[in-house]
């Protein structure tokens, strides 16, 4: 992650938010995980896609 692709994002580049959001997805996978070792599968990609949402309509507000 590049402090140039932080500083578009933060200038309100929507590409350059994408691209974070990408590249920051499996750090939160690794965060999110282990806490969520006995929850199915298909649960745990969906609480991620939200928590991704979250982010993105947090930094647009």
Do not use: H
């Amino acid at each position: 992650m590049s402090a140039a692709l932080v500083r578009a994002a933060q200038r309100g580049d929507t590409m350059a938010m994408n691209d974070l959001l990408r590249e920051l997805t499996p750090y939160l996978g690794r965060i999110c995980g282990p806490r969520l070792l006995a929850v199915p599968v298909g649960t745990v990609k969906s609480r991620l896609a939200r928590a991704r949402l979250s982010f993105r309509n947090a930094w647009q507000s």
